[in-house]
């Protein structure tokens, strides 16, 4: 592993389905996020987490969750996905505080249907 | 809070002409800015990153910015556009707590 992998790539998944988008990163860095993508509206943060064993809401947060258990994974969890959840979702990292370089995974592209 | 606009949703460039890309920022205080490329179905790669040092900022691929406080901006050039920077730029504040803000991106077109 180098940097940050994401799984599965991609996925179609029913409605009212649960789903759990997979992180982990090998750079032992604190600070990992999960955003989505949509077009036209950029990318925007769904939760963070600045520290193993902490998570915050970000502008998107309503029908996820994520846990921080350790430094390297950073799951996300849709509990009842829709199809407005239908997004390419991408997980990053970054040393900390300032503007240190962020580290990004290659993405998630998820249908809900 | 921070924020920026990126003023294009798309442009469009003739190969060997200039580019320009637009990106106006909001924030209270001095930002950290960057600018992101994403190619066609890939992930996103940092193209270079204004931290408060130089205003003229230099990235990859013959890319590079100018911080101006007086218009906050932070646009992207690039003297001669090649069909390979056809991608998606995404315009980025550093945020409260470490927190990437994106603009909504410009999406460049490169003609042969």
């Known amino acids: 592993i180098a940097g940050i992998t994401q799984a599965p790539t991609s996925q179609i998944l029913a409605a009212g389905r649960r789903m759990t988008l997979r992180c982990t990163q090998d750079?032992?860095?604190?600070?990992m996020y999960w955003y989505r993508q949509d077009l036209g509206l950029g990318l925007r943060l769904i939760h963070y987490?600045?520290?193993?064993?902490?998570?915050g809401k970000g502008e998107v947060p309503d029908g996820y969750s994520v846990s921080r258990a350790n430094t390297d994974d950073f799951p996300l969890t849709l509990a009842s996905a829709v199809p407005s959840q239908t997004s390419v979702y991408f997980c990053?990292?970054?040393?900390?505080?300032?503007?240190?370089?962020?580290?990004f995974g290659s993405g998630t592209r998820l249908t809900v249907v | 809070a921070q924020s920026v606009t990126q003023l294009d949703s798309h442009v469009s460039v003739s190969e060997g002409t200039p580019v320009l890309l637009r990106c106006n920022y909001s924030?209270?205080?001095?930002?950290?800015l960057f600018w992101y490329v994403q190619h066609p179905n890939k992930g996103l790669q940092l193209l270079l990153k204004?931290?408060?040092?130089?205003?003229l900022v230099k990235g990859i691929n013959g890319f590079e910015a100018e911080f101006k406080k007086s218009e906050t901006s932070f646009h992207l050039t690039k003297p001669s556009a090649h069909m390979s920077d056809a991608a998606e730029y995404f315009c980025?504040?550093?945020?409260?707590?470490?927190?990437?803000?994106f603009g909504t991106g410009t999406l460049l077109a490169v003609q042969p």
């Open positions: 990053a990292s970054s040393a900390g505080q300032g503007p240190y370089g962020y580290t």
């Open positions: 924030s209270s205080y001095s930002p950290s």
């Open positions: 980025v504040v550093l945020g409260g707590t470490n927190k990437l803000i």
């Open positions: 750079m032992r860095h604190n600070a």
């Open positions: 987490s600045n520290t193993a064993g902490t998570t």
């Open positions: 204004y931290t408060s040092a130089a205003t």
